[in-house]
């Protein structure tokens, strides 16, 4: 009822700025972990696996965390059960995800030909996190779309 007469004001569901948190966060956090891994590559360093990625998955776990709690306290309605367009945006988000995942991967295994082991789990993991932009993104596209 009060959406009425904010009719011009858009309306963001909380599924919708849910999977605007995990975009940014995703893309701000892996892109930094993989501007890390390059520049160590490039410059012919040796790329460490296990620390780097232990500190970008913790840092990555405290901004969603703390930003999808923040995001549930400033809220106004309460976070029911999904409807059936909203577990239509997820399922067809996560089909596209699939899709991506699927190449990005075939990609990552051609690097064991090229590169050594911690660059081809790298690619791997860069596999992965294009897979859940892909994902987070077509959540996001398809609350734009109205799906």
Known sequence: MFEIFYIMEPVMALREKSAWISFWTTLIVYGAYFAYV???????RPVGFAGPLTTCIFVLVVLQVGL????????????GPQDERERLIDLTAST???YVL?????????????FDKTLMANAV??????????????????????C
Do not use: K
């Not at 390059?38 to 012919?44: I, K, L, R, S, Y």
């Not at 999808?68 to 976070?79: D, F, G, S, T, Y």
């Not at 993104?137 to 734009?144: P, T």
């Open 68 to 79: 999808q709690i923040v995001m549930a306290a400033l809220n106004r309605e309460p976070r």
């Open 102 to 114: 699927q190449v990005a991967a075939m990609g990552a295994a051609v690097t064991v030909y090229f």
């Open 125 to 146: 993991i860069l596999a992965l996190a294009v897979s859940e932009l892909a994902r987070h993104g077509g959540v996001i596209l398809g609350y734009r779309r109205a």
């Open 38 to 44: 390059g520049q160590a590559a490039a410059a012919g």
């Open 96 to 98: 596209h995800a699939f």
